[in-house]
């Protein structure tokens, strides 16, 4: 072997030494994954009554804090005139039954709200981890109890 063979073995070398180096250095790619949390069909709701369903965050839904979890909610109520007032509230389930029979509320812990007609579709992105509950009133006292079909799915990003 001649010189400029050896150097330029040398620099083939050196250059796979800095493409490994920079496969190892970048960080991970992440991915979204979907998972249902709430899957209520064929439910009844009565007209001003608080209907209640709860899930809880752990480490795995919060890879880092750029790509925080988001809660997707699609509620339906079969009547039309139904007129739905929705929370998302970051509190667990026996805290939240204890502020509605005292009827303190729940106002400081509500994450995300809103109301609507017969159906609701909202993403709802969340910061932290902890007890959460899905809290929905159905407001029209003008109609009877009715079917309902609620899910509530998460879309988080893994490594």
Same mark, same amino acid.
């Not at 069909?41 to 925080?68: C, Q, R």
């Not at 970051?90 to 017969?118: A, W």
């Given at each position: 072997?001649?010189?400029?063979?050896?150097?330029?073995?040398?620099?083939?070398?050196?250059?796979? =030494? *800095?493409?490994?180096? +920079?496969? @190892?250095?970048?960080?991970?790619? &992440?991915?979204?994954?979907?998972? %249902?949390? $709430?899957?209520?069909?064929?439910?009844?709701?009565?007209?001003?009554?608080?209907?209640?369903?709860?899930?809880?965050?752990?480490?795995?839904?919060?890879?880092?804090?750029?790509?925080?979890? =988001? *809660?997707?909610?699609? +509620?339906? @109520?079969?009547?039309?005139?139904? &007129?739905?007032?929705?929370?998302? %509230?970051? $509190?667990?389930?026996?805290?939240?039954?204890?502020?509605?029979?005292?009827?303190?509320?729940?106002?400081?812990?509500?994450?995300?709200?809103?109301?609507?007609?017969?159906?609701?579709?909202?993403?709802?992105?969340?910061?932290?981890?902890?007890?959460?509950?899905?809290?929905?009133?159905?407001?029209?006292?003008?109609?009877?109890?009715?079917?309902?079909?609620?899910?509530?799915?998460?879309?988080?990003?893994?490594?």
């Amino acid at each position: 072997m001649n010189r400029r063979n050896l150097v330029l073995i040398f620099v083939f070398v050196i250059v796979l =030494i *800095i493409i490994a180096l +920079l496969f @190892i250095t970048l960080p991970a790619m &992440v991915h979204q994954k979907t998972e %249902v949390l $709430i899957d209520q069909k064929s439910g009844a709701v009565e007209s001003l009554v608080f209907m209640l369903g709860n899930f809880t965050l752990g480490d795995k839904y919060f890879v880092n804090s750029e790509h925080p979890p =988001i *809660i997707h909610i699609n +509620l339906v @109520i079969a009547d039309e005139t139904a &007129v739905i007032t929705w929370h998302i %509230v970051k $509190i667990s389930m026996p805290e939240i039954k204890d502020l509605i029979s005292s009827k303190v509320g729940f106002d400081k812990y509500i994450v995300k709200n809103g109301y609507g007609g017969n159906v609701i579709s909202e993403d709802v992105t969340v910061n932290e981890k902890g007890d959460y509950v899905f809290v929905f009133l159905q407001s029209n006292d003008n109609i009877s109890v009715q079917p309902y079909n609620s899910t509530i799915s998460i879309t988080y990003w893994v490594n």
